[in-house]
């Protein structure tokens, strides 16, 4: 039996949701285990950045 799940991929170069067979990894967010995730990649990876923007643990204070 065969029970590997499909995976998903944003492609940011065409704005879509591809399989494993879609653009080339540089062009790609993911995978994603649902098609539904890899349609937020965008919304997850900017909820990501701002938060690691604010993590103190990896930020200096900043001067004044």
Known sequence: MNDVKPQYYYCVKHHRVEGEEGCRAIDRLGPYD??????????TAEARNEE??????????EDD
Do not use: Y
Not at 34 to 43: D, G, H, K, S, V
């Open 34 to 43: 649902t098609r539904e995730e890899a349609e937020r990649a965008l919304e």
């Open 52 to 61: 690691w923007d604010n993590d103190p643990v990896w930020n200096d204070p």
